[in-house]
């Protein structure tokens, strides 16, 4: 392949798809990781000491899975976009100040399944187009599910 073979590729479209469904978790794993480590400075309640320690766990791995979208996206061409005002474009409003226990279980709960819901709906396509990009989705998915169980384990 010459370089300017090289230079004019383009992404098949269903690479584009697949890549496009990427950069559509992306964001949503940044906000998350961004709300989990507010939670995390500004928890209070009984169930601090464990929720501070998870939240914190969920704040890395969320990390870690949105490096691994961003650049599975990339590998296959695509430009990804997670700055700062792409994320606040799909940010909730995730609470400020302090934040009890329970509140916070409550919240990021609802986070998580929204990302994992966003994660779910890529799948099928994902399958049909690119299975490498449907296998890091899956241990997105599984991940943010272990995770929700853990935080809802404490409204118990």
């Not at 961003?70 to 940010?91: L, S």
């Not at 994992?116 to 187009?129: I, K, V, Y």
């Not at 690119?130 to 890091?136: L, Q, T």
Request: cysteine-free; overall charge negative.
């Amino acid at each position: 392949m010459t370089t300017a073979a090289f230079q004019s590729e383009s992404l098949s479209p269903p690479a584009h798809a697949a890549a496009a469904s990427l950069q559509k978790l992306l964001p949503e794993l940044v906000a998350l990781s961004l709300d989990a480590k507010q939670a995390h400075w500004n928890l209070t309640g009984r169930a601090f000491l464990p929720l501070h320690t998870l939240t914190d766990e969920l704040v890395a791995d969320t990390r870690a899975w949105a490096d691994r979208v961003a650049e599975r996206a990339v590998a296959m061409g695509f430009p990804v976009d997670a700055r700062p005002a792409t994320v606040a474009a799909i940010a909730g409003d995730f609470p400020a100040g302090r934040l009890g226990d329970r509140d916070a279980v409550i919240s990021l709960s609802l986070l998580i399944y929204a990302t994992a819901e966003t994660a779910r709906h890529s799948l099928e396509a994902l399958l049909a187009t690119d299975p490498v990009s449907h296998g890091v989705v899956v241990s997105v998915i599984e991940g943010l599910e272990k995770y929700r169980w853990k935080l809802r384990a404490h409204l118990v």
